[in-house]
């Protein structure tokens, strides 16, 4: 029986919790550290507060629990029991207890009973290394736990018991939380790295189970879930790595929520959800709160799985910039006040009332964010500085357990020292290096010394003021140290260099050196060494040593690069040599001990061989066996390939040090030294160097050193590890070189994971210990034992130290903000560049104001040169000194300019791609820019469209609707298979029908056998085919007939369309805004159909403009065609009038130009010339338009061209007339008829031209006319387009609101189509299927029917054995089926009632047969054996019909009630496919309502109102209705024709009722006929046969084809057989012959044996004489036995052979008998 526990038992906290590690047989005490507060938070766990009761909460620090009272914060705390570390903590419902899971192997979860915080229950074997989470069940009585890596296990205890109720593995990656639903304690939720996963407790018939069901995303990414919550309904709220809400419901994501426009719920991960009082609370990391409305999630639906459902919160409450909120708990008392964890550092205190009167957030505490980075403490009193990279420096008084002072820069924290009382004797100046690279100098002072001076009414007890701030470095600060005068600060960085400064009231730099890695840390020789040294610590395993930096010898002129004498040593792992060297002294020691025992032996077998000689022996030869024993390899020597990096490290003596490192060569001190000699690579790096000592360090193999400390005396050293732990090494006095470093203290304190220590301090007065970690914790221990530290503590605080006197009146130090801020270095770099800048500026003006001088000379030397007489004066080339110097100008000439073009290409490139840019924007688009085209003698004018091209949103939208115009299609298609289906299975019933037709004779007839009967049958043959044929024909006729007969429920598809034609549009005209109006099918839009006709209006609008815009610049064309041809006419009319006289001329018409705006495109006609005047116009800086001064330019150009053009041709008239007039001659009278004959001629053609000019102006003018009219009509269409369009784009935006109802309604009413067409599909094919099984059934009863005809007929008259072949042919035998055939031997076992359901029929068919004892087993001596086969292959073949028959009719059985489900199936989906489409026309009818809402632009004439009331037209025309005349002109024309439509259908239904009735007279006279005619045939058949017969099976059976055929088998079977005898003698002749050869080869082998037999004899007696002569030899012997065994062996088998040879010869020899070959060949 399993132990109950008590519910007053408690464990013993001194017995639970973990202790202190000393060396065994130590006399170092167990108290020598007490732990005495914790100033630090680690904020960053996902789950680190709790509230235990109204004034307590606890969170988890490193190895501890700490419980703080928010008021007093005062702590209590509880230690871990493992020393592993705690991984969560969780308050119990009551209140009474709360749960502690740690860390470490084979961790427990503790319950501590609040507030005693005695241990109640341990849990224990619930994980292997740490628990991640724990939760209890709303009723408290059952624990759910999860471990971490690497089993991640979640349990379930019943941890008053410390019991596990179940158990099961969570997932395959880091689990983050598990909690029980808070409304069914047996289902829960874990989450976690990518995944979710619902548990439900499960009773199995094995027991409990826990079972998991993993949660799929589906399309949703893939995601960590920090927070979820459970529902009461089983559902479940997650959140995910973007912000929004998961919605799961049976592991499926149901709908993910976010806010409207897409945003997310929160801007970052969801840490947790809190469902209180019906609302459902959000904690963000984006630092917000929301409360959501419960309902609107809970019932959230969505129909489109990539959709989102978009809400907002009720309530927000954004606690502020950079907040990080993980967790938030209830205080108890309150509905609405909260306690949050905030990842920055803080603990708050919110109100979540959401009221008139909610209180702002409270921050309760503030601490570091993250990881400590640097600490020290006032070498004078109780106060300590950190920092860290939440970029705050803090000051605690760590007596009083107190924050003095905060203050918050631009860049985190990376180190931090107190500068010594040498330097300061106040102790009141600390320096901190952050990760820009910036020192800051800070001075800590009571300010309430100068509250009187400043008139501050608020001071605190500190305050720190910036004394200065310097940037030395351009990456992290890692280390700060002072010299141990004061007077040296030297500063280290990740960028591998090392600062120096002079302190004094100002730190003044003094240079830096580079070192070969980032500096880990930097520590001054002591004052007992001679010379004053910088030890460097590297992190790629460098130690450098320097001196320190003599001012008088540096110069910082341009560089604070200075040159120090320095030192290197580079670490050379010795780890494998000291575990080879090890395992050597190991196997040394080994063998001298074997060695000794093998002596002790020795000794003792010389004692016994005096006894026992032959003992003595045996015992030699066992130890020379042990003797050969091989040992194992020694282990290798490994070096790696990068040296492990360096964690810490101290003097020992000059020039020796001690090293800490990581990695590798971790678990040992290194003792190293400077040498004298130091050797360089090639690349420039430092050989490695051995240490020359080590020191092992226990237990750290793995855990490495990171910090020592010494104490002040030195007599301690205090370590910290890399797992968090304090160790505390007792050593004599000043014992640097650690020979008396064996023994140790060590306690886990920071977590063991992630907590190294960075940093351990010793207080002034050596009382105190102060650790800080990268878990963010900072602990402050009493070197002192428990008893003394409360007469320690009281009273005690820290003295803060009194401001300068000088302090109020000093300026505040300039501080460096910006992280880009030049370095020291880079600083002074850039000064120095800045002046050899200038002074080469300086330069150069002075060189160009002398070569400025130079060149006026030389210009007025050319001056004089010019004004001296031609013969005196010099030329060019005499000014050329050389003409290597101008090709040198020219050649460097030439360079400059390609160095231009060079340098200008980007710019060149740039506006190149911007131009085209440009151009893409504004221009390529464009198909028709602006042109006007004007009338020549009038003012018309006519312009195109501004017309782009259709852009390619355009036509994607076309292809798409092009897409689903032919899904639409597709469709339809699919909706018209319903009614195709119906003929096809009809034509399917047909052929079937067809195909299986009976063939009664067609097993028993052959194809090959009619062929070869006699003539005389042949006859009867061809008229029994005939018949058949017949027949055949009147049944397909008949099918057909039956085929083409209607269904009773057919209806005409014309008249149902009529019907519904008529149900849609007769009666009155259905008005869209009527309350009960039902769209129309035909009617029905939506946003799709509405967008396809924005597209298609958008096209008819582009290739309406695109048509005019065309017309217009074809008139543009045309026009300058004319312009061109008449300047080609005034150009012949000037031609004509030079031949005239001038008074007969008439006025030249002036040839028209084009206007600027006619001709657009020039523009951006680009050229040289105006290139060049741009360039002019941008030098002159006139600011003018440039389209203004080319469209001028333009203008002008062509005026002069023109008045160019006129001027010339008037000189040339002027020049034409002058010159006949000086040469005047009297003309001859042929000469003047002549000329009177070109003079008419000439006129004639000045008037034809300028008649041809005239008539190509007025017809381009009427041209444009007709075209301007068009383009007026066009501008109204376009104008009305337009109207349409805003229309079209008002319709879709509204019609888009409903587009997804509408698309999720139409898609179930498509499903329910789809399934109702599927269905009926389905039993559509079930009846065909069941009308072809009838069929079938028919068909089998027809043949059964013919079987027995046949039977009948193969019997023939007057058979005496009649009677008896009919009882064996309707014999019921037992038989397998045809499909059991091949079943095996194995089945003869089944029992009776199997067997008998295995053959054809049953016992009571059986018993129901009247065959009586009919013996079918041998045929009677009188009966043709031919006819009693026959019958028995007609009974089988009559059995295979019945057993088919019943298959077939089992099947239509089947086939019915399959038939009858799919039928109410039909009924069911009809329903809600009427009920859906309700729902949709319900929408359609709403969404018709809101268009009716929407304003259209009608234009309307005044004749087309005819609105009037009481005589006139009102002003308000509201209640009027827009109808078009046509539809108006109908419904008048409907009344007359409804009433001649009424007259005719009378008039139709008075003659179908006539020719009803006469109808029903001939169908009743045809019946009778029928009747009639039966009766004659069954007389007919009785007086002919006696009996009614099938006269068809008699026509079709006239011959007895069996029979015939069965007598040409027996001549084939007789001619068959003839020929095999024939060849079977043919082969005996041949095997006779065969045999001869085998006798004369077997007489050959006989001879042959007896050959060998001699040669055997002959053999023998050698061998008898050679075994006389030869000696006795052992192994010769033995081969020659052996070999004379194989000869004897082989001389009986040959005896056997002519033993066997003989029996074959003797048998061969026999008359008579049988030939049979050998079973082998014989042996040759």
């Known amino acids: 029986m399993e132990n109950t526990l008590s519910d007053d038992f408690f464990y013993d906290y001194e017995d639970v919790y973990f202790k202190?590690?000393?060396?065994?047989?130590?006399?170092?005490?167990?108290?020598?550290?007490?732990?005495?507060?914790?100033?630090?938070?680690?904020?960053?766990?996902?789950?680190?507060?709790?509230?235990?009761?109204?004034?307590?909460?606890?969170?988890?620090?490193?190895?501890?629990?700490?419980?703080?009272?928010?008021?007093?914060?005062?702590?209590?705390?509880?230690?871990?029991?493992?020393?592993?570390?705690?991984?969560?903590?969780?308050?119990?419902?009551?209140?009474?207890?709360?749960?502690?899971?740690?860390?470490?192997?084979?961790?427990?979860?503790?319950?501590?009973?609040?507030?005693?915080?005695?241990?109640?229950?341990?849990?224990?074997?619930?994980?292997?290394?740490?628990?991640?989470?724990?939760?209890?069940?709303?009723?408290?009585?059952?624990?759910?736990?999860?471990?971490?890596?690497?089993?991640?296990?979640?349990?379930?205890w019943n941890w008053k018991q410390e019991n596990i109720v179940l158990r099961s593995k969570a997932f395959s990656q880091d689990v983050y939380r598990v909690t029980f639903s808070p409304e069914n304690d047996e289902q829960l939720t874990t989450s976690g790295t990518g995944h979710i996963k619902f548990w439900r407790m499960v009773e199995t018939f094995t027991g409990l189970k826990l079972q998991g069901e993993l949660g799929r995303f589906g399309r949703t990414a893939l995601t960590d879930i920090d927070g979820y919550v459970e529902l009461p309904d089983g559902k479940v709220v997650s959140g995910s790595e973007w912000g929004n809400m998961l919605l799961w419901d049976g592991g499926l994501i149901k709908v993910e929520l976010s806010r409207r426009d897409s945003k997310p719920c929160h801007?970052?991960?969801?840490?947790?959800?809190?469902?209180?009082?019906?609302?459902?609370?959000?904690?963000?990391?984006?630092?917000?709160?929301?409360?959501?409305?419960?309902?609107?999630?809970?019932?959230?639906?969505?129909?489109?799985?990539?959709?989102?459902?978009?809400?907002?919160?009720?309530?927000?409450?954004?606690?502020?910039?950079?907040?990080?909120?993980?967790?938030?708990?209830?205080?108890?008392?309150?509905?609405?006040?909260?306690?949050?964890?905030?990842?920055?550092?803080r603990i708050w205190k919110l109100d979540l009332s959401f009221s008139n009167i909610t209180q702002d957030p409270e921050c309760l505490f503030s601490f570091h964010s993250g990881a400590i980075q640097a600490m020290d403490l006032s070498p004078l009193t109780y106060l300590m500085a950190t920092t860290a990279l939440d970029r705050t420096v803090r000051i605690y008084d760590f007596v009083r357990n107190k924050t003095?002072?905060?203050?918050?820069?631009?860049?985190?924290?990376?180190?931090?020292?107190?500068?010594?009382?040498?330097?300061?004797?106040?102790?009141?100046?600390?320096?901190?290096?952050?990760?820009?690279?910036?020192?800051?100098?800070?001075?800590?002072?009571?300010?309430?010394?100068?509250?009187?001076?400043?008139?501050?009414?608020?001071?605190?007890?500190?305050?720190?003021?910036?004394?200065?701030?310097?940037?030395?470095?351009?990456?992290?600060?890692?280390?700060?140290?002072?010299?141990?005068?004061?007077?040296?600060?030297?500063?280290?960085?990740?960028?591998?260099?090392?600062?120096?400064?002079?302190?004094?009231?100002?730190?003044?730099?003094?240079?830096?050196?580079?070192?070969?890695?980032?500096?880990?840390?930097?520590?001054?020789?002591?004052?007992?060494?001679?010379?004053?040294?910088?030890?460097?610590?590297?992190?790629?395993?460098?130690?450098?040593?320097?001196?320190?930096?003599?001012?008088?010898?540096?110069?910082?002129?341009?560089?604070?690069?200075?040159?120090?004498?320095?030192?290197?040593?580079?670490?050379?792992?010795?780890?494998?040599?000291?575990?080879?060297?090890?395992?050597?002294?190991?196997?040394?020691?080994?063998?001298?001990?074997?060695?000794?025992?093998?002596?002790?032996?020795?000794?003792?077998?010389?004692?016994?061989?005096?006894?026992?000689?032959?003992?003595?022996?045996?015992?030699?030869?066992?130890?020379?066996?042990?003797?050969?024993?091989?040992?194992?390899?020694?282990?290798?020597?490994?070096?790696?390939?990068e040296p492990n990096a360096i964690l810490c490290g101290f003097y020992s003596n000059p020039g020796q040090f001690w090293l800490s490192v990581t990695g590798y060569d971790c678990g040992y001190l290194y003792h190293c030294k400077f040498t004298e000699e130091e050797s360089v690579n090639k690349d420039g790096s430092i050989n490695m160097k051995e240490p020359f000592a080590f020191l092992a360090i226990e237990d750290a193999s793995e855990n490495p050193i990171r910090q020592m400390v010494f104490n002040s005396e030195g007599n301690l050293l205090f370590c910290g590890m890399e797992n968090g732990a304090v160790r505390i090494y007792p050593l004599l006095f000043n014992d640097f070189d650690l020979k008396s470093m064996q023994i140790f203290w060590s306690l886990s304190i920071h977590d063991n994971d992630y907590g190294h220590i960075k940093r351990i301090c010793i207080s002034y007065d050596s009382q105190f210990l102060v650790t800080c970690g990268a878990d963010g914790n900072i602990f402050a221990f009493s070197i002192l034992p428990q008893e003394d530290i409360v007469e320690l503590m009281r009273g005690r605080q820290a003295r803060v130290p009194s401001p300068r006197k000088d302090l109020a009146t000093d300026k505040i130090a300039d501080d460096i903000d910006d992280p880009s801020a030049y370095s020291l270095e880079n600083a002074k770099k850039k000064a120095e560049m800045d002046l050899i800048m200038k002074l080469a500026e300086e330069k150069k003006a002075k060189k160009r104001l002398e070569l400025h001088e130079l060149r006026d000379e030389f210009r007025e030397l050319q001056i004089k040169n010019a004004e001296l007489l031609e013969h005196v004066q010099l030329k060019k080339e005499d000014f050329e000194l050389d003409r290597l110097i101008r090709d040198e100008v020219e050649r460097q000439i030439a360079t400059r300019i390609e160095l231009v073009c060079k340098e200008l290409a980007w710019e060149q490139e740039k506006y190149r791609i911007g131009l085209q840019k440009l151009q893409a924007r504004f221009r390529n688009a464009v198909e028709f820019d602006s042109i006007i085209v004007r009338c020549f003698e009038s003012d018309h004018k006519v312009s195109t469209y501004r017309v782009t091209s259709l852009s390619e949103k355009y036509y994607q939208l076309k292809n798409e609707m092009l897409r689903r115009s032919l899904i639409q299609l597709d469709q339809k298609s699919k909706d018209n298979l319903y009614k195709e289906s119906k003929t096809t299975g009809i034509d399917k019933g047909v052929v079937a029908e067809q195909d299986l037709d009976v063939d009664l004779l067609k097993g028993s007839q052959n194809p090959q056998a009619k062929v070869n009967v006699g003539m005389r049958q042949e006859n009867m043959i061809n008229k029994a085919e005939k018949a058949k044929d017949k027949i055949d024909q009147r049944k397909k006729e008949w099918k057909d007939l039956y085929a083409s007969r209607p269904d009773d429920n057919y209806e005409d598809p014309n008249d149902v369309a009529a019907i519904k034609e008529a149900q849609e549009n007769m009666g009155d005209f259905k008005l869209k805004t009527a309350a009960d109006y039902t769209v129309p099918e035909h009617l029905r839009i939506n946003a799709e159909k509405k967008r396809n006709q924005l597209i298609r209006l958008e096209e008819l609008i582009h290739e309406f403009k695109v048509e005019m815009s065309r017309k217009v610049v074809d008139l543009r064309d045309t026009k300058l065609d004319i312009i061109e041809q008449i300047t080609n006419l005034t150009e012949e009319l000037r031609l004509i009038q030079t031949k005239l006289d001038p008074s007969q001329h008439l006025p030249i018409p002036i040839v028209p130009n084009l206007y600027p705006d006619e001709m657009p495109e020039k523009l951006f006609q680009i050229d040289q010339e105006k290139l060049q005047e741009f360039r002019e116009e941008y030098s002159s800086s006139k600011k003018r338009n440039r389209t203004s001064e080319q469209l001028s330019e333009f203008g002008k150009s062509s005026e002069s061209t023109n008045s160019s053009k006129a001027s010339s041709n008037q000189n040339l008239e002027r020049s034409n007339v002058k010159s006949p007039a000086v040469e005047m001659i009297e003309p001859s009278q042929l000469e003047a008829e002549i000329q009177i004959i070109e003079e008419k001629t000439n006129l004639y053609l000045q008037t034809a031209v300028l008649k041809k000019i005239n008539d190509l102006i007025k017809n381009f003018d009427a041209e444009l006319r007709v075209i301007c009219h068009q383009k007026c009509k066009l501008d109204i269409a376009m104008k009305m387009a337009d109207l349409r369009h805003v229309t079209l784009f008002e319709e879709v935006l509204l019609l888009k609101e409903f587009e997804k109802s509408e698309d999720v309604l139409q898609e179930r009413v498509n499903q329910r189509i789809t399934e109702r067409l599927e269905t009926q599909l389905k039993s559509e094919e079930c009846l065909q299927q069941l009308d072809g099984k009838k069929r079938d059934v028919a068909k089998l009863q027809e043949k059964e029917k013919a079987l027995h005809a046949t039977f009948l007929m193969s019997l023939g008259e007057n058979n005496k054995h009649a009677d008896f072949l009919t009882r064996v042919f309707k014999k019921k035998i037992k038989r397998r089926r045809k499909s059991e055939a091949k079943v095996s031997a194995e089945s003869d076992e089944e029992t009776d009632e199997e067997s008998d359901e295995e053959f054809g029929y049953s016992d009571e068919d059986e018993s129901d047969s009247d065959d009586g004892g009919v013996d079918d087993s041998a045929c009677p001596e009188t009966c043709d054996p031919a006819l009693f086969e026959n019958t028995l292959l007609l009974r089988e073949k009559r059995l295979d019909i019945e057993e088919a028959l019943a298959e077939e009719k089992k099947s239509v059985e089947l086939l019915k009630k399959e038939y009858d489900m799919i039928a109410k199936k039909v009924k069911l989906i009809e329903g809600t496919v009427k009920s859906a489409k309700k729902d949709l026309e319900a929408l359609q009818r709403e969404k018709q309502q809101k268009l009716n809402e929407l304003y259209v632009v009608v234009p309307l004439k005044l004749h087309q109102v005819e609105y009037i009331v009481n005589g006139d037209m009102p002003n308000d025309l509201v209640l009027g209705l827009v109808f078009t005349n046509p539809a108006l002109m109908l419904l008048q024309k409907r009344i007359k024709e409804l009433q001649v439509e009424k007259d005719e259908q009378r008039e139709l239904f008075k003659h179908a009722r006539q020719k009803h009735v006469q109808l029903l007279r001939d169908k009743a006279g045809m019946e009778a006929e029928i009747t009639e005619l039966e009766e004659t045939c069954y007389q007919e058949m009785i007086r002919k046969f006696g009996r009614v017969v099938d006269l068809e099976a008699l026509q079709t059976l006239s011959v007895n084809m069996t029979l015939e055929e069965l007598k040409e088998k027996i001549d084939v079977n007789n001619l068959r057989f003839k020929r095999k005898i024939k060849q079977k003698d043919d082969k005996i002749v041949e095997l006779q012959a065969e045999l001869t050869d085998f006798t004369r080869q077997y007489t050959c082998r006989l001879d042959q044996m007896n050959t060998m037999t001699l040669e055997k004899r002959k053999i023998e007696t050698q061998l008898n004489s050679q075994q006389k002569k030869m000696g006795v030899e052992l192994q010769k012997q033995k081969a020659k036995l052996e070999e004379k065994q194989d000869l004897i062996q082989l001389v009986e088998r040959q005896a056997k052979e002519v033993n066997k040879l003989k029996d074959e010869i003797s048998l061969l020899t026999r008359k008579g008998g049988h030939i049979l070959l050998p079973s082998q060949p014989p042996l040759p």
């Open 20 to 156: 202190p590690f000393i060396t065994p047989d130590s006399e170092i005490p167990e108290d020598l550290l007490t732990f005495l507060y914790s100033f630090g938070y680690d904020c960053t766990q996902r789950v680190n507060i709790q509230l235990i009761d109204e004034q307590t909460i606890m969170f988890v620090a490193g190895n501890l629990v700490i419980l703080m009272n928010i008021k007093t914060k005062v702590q209590r705390h509880v230690r871990s029991s493992s020393g592993g570390g705690i991984g969560i903590v969780m308050v119990h419902p009551s209140g009474n207890y709360f749960a502690v899971g740690e860390k470490g192997i084979m961790p427990n979860i503790i319950i501590y009973e609040y507030p005693s915080l005695k241990p109640y229950r341990i849990m224990r074997g619930g994980t292997e290394r740490a628990y991640a989470f724990v939760d209890f069940n709303s009723s408290g009585n059952l624990l759910a736990s999860v471990g971490g890596h690497p089993d991640y296990m979640v349990t379930i």
């Open 267 to 345: 801007h970052g991960p969801i840490n947790q959800f809190v469902l209180d009082e019906g609302e459902l609370i959000t904690v963000g990391a984006d630092g917000c709160v929301r409360v959501w409305d419960f309902e609107t999630i809970d019932t959230a639906e969505s129909y489109d799985e990539e959709s989102l459902i978009e809400m907002e919160p009720m309530n927000e409450l954004n606690i502020g910039r950079n907040v990080n909120l993980h967790f938030m708990v209830k205080f108890k008392d309150s509905n609405f006040i909260w306690c949050a964890q905030d990842a920055s550092g």
């Open 404 to 641: 003095m002072a905060i203050v918050k820069y631009s860049q985190g924290g990376t180190a931090l020292i107190w500068a010594p009382l040498v330097l300061y004797s106040k102790g009141n100046v600390i320096a901190v290096g952050f990760e820009d690279g910036v020192i800051r100098i800070l001075e800590i002072y009571n300010p309430k010394g100068l509250a009187h001076v400043a008139g501050r009414s608020e001071v605190g007890e500190i305050d720190i003021r910036l004394k200065q701030a310097l940037k030395p470095h351009t990456a992290d600060v890692t280390a700060i140290a002072y010299e141990h005068n004061g007077e040296m600060l030297a500063t280290g960085s990740k960028d591998n260099t090392v600062f120096f400064f002079l302190t004094g009231k100002e730190n003044v730099p003094v240079g830096f050196i580079s070192v070969p890695g980032p500096v880990v840390s930097l520590q001054w020789s002591p004052p007992s060494h001679e010379t004053t040294k910088l030890l460097i610590f590297c992190e790629n395993g460098y130690v450098v040593e320097t001196a320190c930096p003599e001012l008088e010898e540096l110069d910082t002129t341009l560089t604070f690069e200075i040159p120090l004498p320095k030192q290197y040593f580079r670490f050379r792992s010795i780890r494998s040599s000291i575990e080879r060297n090890t395992e050597i002294k190991r196997r040394q020691k080994i063998k001298e001990q074997k060695e000794k025992e093998k002596q002790e032996r020795l000794q003792k077998k010389k004692e016994m061989a005096e006894k026992n000689p032959e003992l003595a022996i045996e015992e030699e030869e066992e130890e020379e066996e042990e003797d050969e024993e091989e040992e194992e390899p020694l282990p290798m020597i490994y070096i790696p390939p």
